[in-house]
């Protein structure tokens, strides 16, 4: 490998070896292993092709990959070769990875997730495709200014990327507006605009390096990026409106994660990589097998949501306006070939257009939409359904201003439409698809989702990992449900030091960070109590810094007490649109200055928000954590995978029964979790009787103090009315049931301290978390659909 990287350095990077400085090594330490990864590219490409086997296509606006050069290294065994070749040059592999940005394509879980799909497909030795959009500016850069959020864009592609390849050969035509005409029996789609899709691949390296699949994200360019007519007529800016209008196609992920969409960019969004995606699959195969009849037999197409669910529509259009198909057999074809994956029942998050500007953007689509349409709510009468009921079941919404669903054009064209936790999946059913669900009662299943122990236990904590293999073997790096054999150690005291000298070893190097980027001091033998996530007021960051704020008052109204000291540590970030989330993070910073330099709670409690936090800020602190907050109002997380990491990472959860939890919870045992709050039927239940928050903060001393203090400025003295609403919001509705929920939490964290001041206990329990959950696998996740779903296992 040394001399690999010596010729590169020298051939491709141009530079020689003592003139190379640290970002030179890293480029030709990239491109040497990527040679390897070619390879084995190659390789799986022409196996597929030989063999003739059904490939899967994950559709996804988001993938939120992260660093690739540890995982490609880690995957292809060639940490140790890697790191012996640069030792020679006395430089560090680890120093190196640090150069990567990440490539940071999604707004959190359900990009995470498809990032974690990509991996375990690849592991799997599944044909696979994932397709979505490159982004020029991914996810915002957070920075904190005097506590409030800045966004500032982050430029991934700076100083170019080395892992990937565009491919000038696979480019389509993506039409917009204009109108349809008769022609013959059939009609054709004169599009008023087009813009050409280029794809651009990256390779993906599964575990052991076995296959390598594609990642294929969209560009875009204008057909005639110059006019030069106009360009010569003095209208220079003129001359390049058609470039910019497909840069901006591209230009910037949206960065909110529940959102009302209305936005027009948006659908051109959509429907540009869908479309895209739809023509190369349809060319593939059709190139390939000569029938397109046989698509659902050699292609199986999973929507990421419903971000991308206009395939639906795209490949009917295709099927019927191209290739000649009857509008029943593209349907039932459609069908066949179409699955859906929702993640959300938010309504806020439900995807709807609105009719006028979806039918002048995609003219034909909406005709088709009409006919689909009008095929479901002729099976639902057929069924006897009532007029609440078509309604309900209808692609179009009626009421006041139009709107196309997105959620019913997914669910109408999918054979399959699952939910990502076991909760969720049954509350698709209770609510948002009642009604499509009574009519095609066999759709719907549940995917509970995974994680790749691959990047979130061997990667990121290579401590734990060499722990376990000298305990139980190395078999759980290819199974991860082997770890189950730590459970006959959990009580095993050497095995206990082990795990806790390799926390705390985690816990040093996260505060040696934090000193070094943000000043703040950490006590590593304190409890680190972690919230990492995007901040939402459904995920109740409030609810935690309300409890900071309880316990502050009392470690100082009970100086005298054995009070855990405790690190809170908040990370994520909010929508550039979302008031409340903005202020809590305010409020965050706000509650930090305050605590951190009182010294009357004396280093016992200490409450940090680091800014940016992005994949690879969490893996650096899922390792070093020791508790896991999970606290969502029960029924509204679909899943969560946060929780999985920091569970397989030796955290116990404290948290609701909501999403993934309650699974954890059933694989790690009641002992091994500290859970509490309303169920999700007992949420439903007090909204449904009238829940009244002004008498619930009345009936608790803790939480009203804790709450009053924060409404009249005691953390915001410059400003004290700064948070009068945000409390006000609480007395007056409280729609995520912080109140109802707080003395429940509160005595749940008094459990927490109880069961640290066991080391033993905490320990074994810490075990039996990491023994347990190697279900949470995404290979475990990628193995049910590939059987269930995808037919190709
Ligand atoms: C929609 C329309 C307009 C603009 C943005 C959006 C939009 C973008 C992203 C809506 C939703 C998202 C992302 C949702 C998401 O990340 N959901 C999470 O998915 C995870 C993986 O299944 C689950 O674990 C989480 O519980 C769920 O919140």
Redesign the pocket.
């Known amino acids: 490998m040394d001399a690999r990287i010596i010729d590169v350095l020298r051939h491709r990077v141009g530079k020689d070896e003592r003139a190379a400085k640290e970002h030179d090594w890293y480029n030709a330490a990239i491109l040497a292993l990527r040679d390897e990864v070619i390879d084995r590219w190659i390789g799986s490409t022409r196996r597929t092709y030989e063999a003739g086997d059904k490939r899967v296509y994950y559709l996804s606006m988001e993938f939120l990959i992260g660093r690739l050069l540890r995982d490609a290294i880690s995957n292809l065994g060639l940490t140790e070769v890697m790191e012996g070749a640069l030792g020679k040059h006395d430089l560090e592999l680890a120093a190196l990875e640090e150069l990567e940005p990440d490539a940071a394509l999604g707004?959190?879980?359900?990009g995470r997730?498809a990032a974690c799909f990509m991996e375990s497909l690849a592991t799997l030795d599944i044909p696979a495709y994932g397709y979505g959009i490159r982004y020029v500016n991914g996810m915002f850069r957070q920075r904190i200014d005097d506590g409030w959020q800045v966004e500032l864009p982050e430029n991934w592609l700076a100083h170019g990327n080395p892992w990937e390849f565009e491919r000038r050969e696979s480019a389509y035509l993506i039409g917009f507006g204009g109108e349809v005409n008769p022609q013959g029996d059939g009609v054709v789609w004169v599009p008023a605009e087009e813009i050409e899709a280029t794809a651009v691949d990256t390779p993906v390296v599964g575990w052991r390096g076995k296959r390598v699949n594609t990642l294929r994200l969209w560009t875009a360019s204008a057909i005639d990026p110059i006019k030069l007519d106009a360009f010569n007529a003095g209208d220079h800016i003129g001359a390049l409106t058609e470039q910019m209008r497909a840069d901006s196609l591209v230009r910037v992920l949206?960065p909110?994660?529940?959102?009302k969409?209305g936005q027009e960019l948006?659908l051109r969004q959509e429907y540009f990589f869908t479309a895209a995606s739809i023509q190369d699959i349809v060319r593939r195969h059709v190139q390939y097998e000569g029938d397109i009849r046989t698509l659902c037999d050699k292609a199986a197409i999973q929507l990421n949501?419903t971000h991308p669910a206009i395939a639906v529509a795209e490949l009917t259009r295709l099927l019927v306006d191209e290739h000649g198909l009857e509008f029943n057999e593209a349907w039932v074809l459609t069908q066949k070939t179409v699955s859906y994956t929702n993640?959300?029942l938010l309504p806020e998050?439900l995807?709807s257009w609105p009719l006028p500007m979806f039918e002048q953007l995609l003219p034909r689509h909406m005709q088709l939409i009409y006919a689909i349409n009008s095929r479901v709510l002729r099976e639902a009468r057929k069924a006897g359904f009532d007029d609440a009921m078509i309604a309900a079941i209808s692609l179009i919404d009626e009421g006041g201003e139009r709107r196309v669903r997105m959620a019913n054009l997914a669910f109408s064209g999918s054979h399959s439409i699952n939910g990502?936790a076991a909760l969720h999946t049954e509350l698709m059913k209770e609510t948002v698809f009642a009604d499509l669900h009574k009519l095609y009662p066999t759709r719907i299943n549940n995917k509970t989702?995974g994680v790749t122990p691959r990047r979130w236990l061997q990667q990121c904590n290579p401590g734990l990992t060499s722990v376990i293999t000298e305990v139980i073997g190395d078999g759980f790096l290819d199974d991860a449900e082997e770890l189950s054999a730590l459970n006959a150690f959990a009580d095993d005291a050497a095995l206990c030091d082990k795990v806790r000298a390799v926390k705390r070893a985690n816990k040093v190097a996260l505060a040696d960070h934090i000193k070094r980027t943000m000043g703040v001091r950490l006590d590593p033998d304190a409890l680190f109590d972690v919230q990492i996530k995007r901040i939402h007021e459904y995920k109740r960051q409030l609810l935690n810094l309300v409890e900071t704020v309880a316990l502050y008052d009392q470690i100082r109204s009970h100086p005298e007490r054995d009070w855990v000291p405790r690190v809170k540590i908040f990370g994520g970030k909010a929508a550039p649109s979302y008031h409340n989330a903005k202020l809590v993070i305010k409020l965050a910073n706000d509650i930090a200055r305050r605590i951190n330099s009182d010294p009357s709670v004396g280093g016992l409690l200490k409450v940090v928000f680091v800014p940016n936090y992005n994949v690879s800020f969490a893996e650096r602190i899922i390792p070093a954590a020791d508790l896991s907050e999970q606290i969502s109002t029960a029924g509204m997380?679909?899943?969560?995978?946060g929780n999985m990491k920091f569970a397989l990472n030796g955290a116990l959860t404290i948290g609701t029964l909501d999403?993934a939890n309650i699974e954890i919870k059933d694989k790690v045992g009641d002992d091994n979790i500290v859970i509490f709050g309303l169920t999700a039927a007992e949420v439903a239940a007090r909204r449904a009787d009238g829940y009244d928050p002004r008498a619930v903060i009345e009936a608790s001393l803790e939480l009203s103090q804790a709450l009053s203090a924060i409404a009249t400025g005691v953390f915001s003295p410059d400003d004290r009315d700064r948070y009068a609403d945000l409390i006000g919001g609480i007395y007056e509705r409280d729609w995520f049931m912080l109140a109802a929920d707080f003395d429940g939490y509160a005595a749940a964290q008094r459990t927490v301290d109880k069961r640290w001041e066991d080391p033993a206990g905490w320990c074994a329990s810490a075990i039996r978390n990491i023994a347990n959950v190697g279900w949470f696998s995404s290979d475990r996740t990628i193995a049910e659909y590939a059987k269930d779903i995808w037919k190709v296992m």
């Open positions: 707004n959190g879980g359900l997730l949206y909110a994660d529940s959102h969409a948006r949501d993640h959300t998050a995807e990502v989702n997380e679909a899943s969560g995978t999403g």
